[in-house]
């Protein structure tokens, strides 16, 4: 079944793309979630009208996270945690990270394009990676300090 993506997706593309999948997929799955539209003749229509615009809205969100990554390349972000002994109670994630982003350099990342391997659990810096896009990640530190 030919359809269009409605909705930028890792798996099925980026919006606005014509792609062929399995009625099967599409009917049961993909149309229900309003991930694609079905490939009609007024809709490829609408769609080629709109593709400049995509186009355009595409670049800017590059451009964009390309800014980003060199704003956070190289930079560190200071933790504090409850600690004994060099070991934290509890651990670091993702959104904790994110949220220390927003607060310290006032930079918006999603806690999904954060890459790390497994939550932090010591004392010291740590190396993290942000993927914004295919071509667009950046390295910054993540130094935990232990609470008073």
């Known amino acids: 079944m030919k359809v269009i993506v409605a909705q930028n997706d890792p798996v099925l593309g980026k919006k606005g793309d014509v792609i062929i999948v399995s009625d099967g997929h599409a009917v049961n799955y993909l149309l229900p979630r309003r991930k694609v539209i079905l490939a009609t003749s007024e809709n490829l229509a609408l769609f080629e009208k709109r593709k400049k615009k995509l186009q355009e809205e595409r670049q800017a969100q590059e451009k964009n996270k390309k800014s980003a990554a060199e704003k956070i390349r190289g930079r560190v972000v200071h933790l504090r945690c409850r600690?004994?002994?060099?070991?934290?109670?509890?651990?670091?994630?993702?959104?904790?990270?994110?949220?220390?982003?927003?607060?310290?350099?006032?930079?918006?990342?999603?806690?999904?394009?954060?890459?790390?391997?497994?939550?932090?659990?010591?004392?010291?810096?740590?190396?993290?990676i942000v993927i914004l896009g295919k071509d667009t990640h950046a390295t910054f530190t993540v130094s935990v300090t232990a609470e008073e």
């Open 83 to 128: 600690a004994k002994e060099g070991k934290l109670f509890g651990a670091i994630h993702a959104h904790q990270i994110a949220q220390a982003l927003k607060t310290q350099y006032d930079i918006l990342i999603e806690e999904g394009a954060i890459s790390l391997p497994q939550p932090i659990k010591k004392i010291g810096q740590s190396a993290v």
